[in-house]
């Protein structure tokens, strides 16, 4: 993937960072709940605190009513040691901000929870822009097979059992693939609904995603 460049306006870019030393900075539910939350209370023209909310579910926060985001929200997928993000800028310098908000303010989580000082991400983020259609739908299911490797750790090597990948990966609560494929659930808030409507007709069956990634990785492992 490349490296950071020039946000510019309406244009789509594929985000991502990891733990500084491939550090785990995803622990426990908490940890992914408290993110999701951000990843809403964040985007937006007047961001919300978290610390101002204290006793408020996930579900009660993605319900809640907030000033005009700063970007728009393709996809996402969390990880232990890391994080994707589709991002579309719509206001000038949204993208940047949002993202350093994002780090800053689960970081500040993390460091309290945890008992550390210092970052946690590494600086600065990577970014790759998303120049056409074709690519946009590409990086969207890239994005989402990202979560993969956690059930099936030898599936870039080709050894991989589709049919139960298929079903783990779907109920996969930290990445908006549950979204794309037809589970209701306020999570989708997190989505630009535009972006949704158009994307979630125009996607393969998660199947066929998933057995010709399968067969690609394997052919590339041989």
């Given at each position: 993937m490349g490296n950071r460049i020039p946000f510019a306006y309406d244009e789509w870019y594929h985000c991502?960072?990891?733990g500084v030393d491939k550090r785990q900075v995803f622990k426990d539910k908490n940890d992914y709940?408290?993110?999701?939350?951000?990843?809403?209370?964040l985007n937006s023209e007047k961001p919300i605190r978290r610390s101002d909310i204290f006793k408020k579910t996930t579900s009660e926060i993605l319900l809640m009513e907030r000033k005009l985001p700063i970007v728009a929200i393709g996809a996402y997928c969390l990880m232990g040691n890391h994080f994707h993000i589709l991002l579309?800028?719509?206001?000038?310098?949204?993208?940047s901000k949002f993202m350093r908000t994002l780090g800053i303010a689960y970081a500040m989580y993390f460091n309290i929870k945890n008992e550390r000082v210092?970052?946690?991400?590494?600086?600065?983020?990577?970014s790759k822009h998303v120049n056409d259609d074709r690519y946009f739908k590409y990086i969207i299911q890239y994005v989402h097979l990202n979560a993969a490797e956690i059930f099936e750790p030898q599936w870039k090597k080709g050894v991989v059992n589709t049919l139960n990948l298929e079903s783990k990966i779907?109920?996969?609560?930290?990445?908006?693939?549950?979204?794309?494929?037809?589970?209701?659930?306020v999570e989708r808030r997190i989505l630009d609904p535009?972006?949704?409507?158009?994307?979630?007709d125009e996607l393969p069956p998660l199947k066929e995603i998933l057995v010709e990634a399968a067969e690609y990785y394997a052919t590339m492992s041989r």
């Open positions: 991502y960072t990891r709940e408290r993110f999701v939350q951000l990843l809403y209370l579309k800028e719509l206001k000038e310098g949204g993208i210092g970052n946690l991400f590494v600086k600065p983020f990577r779907t109920d996969y609560q930290y990445s908006s693939l549950k979204d794309y494929y037809g589970v209701d659930r535009e972006t949704f409507a158009w994307v979630k």
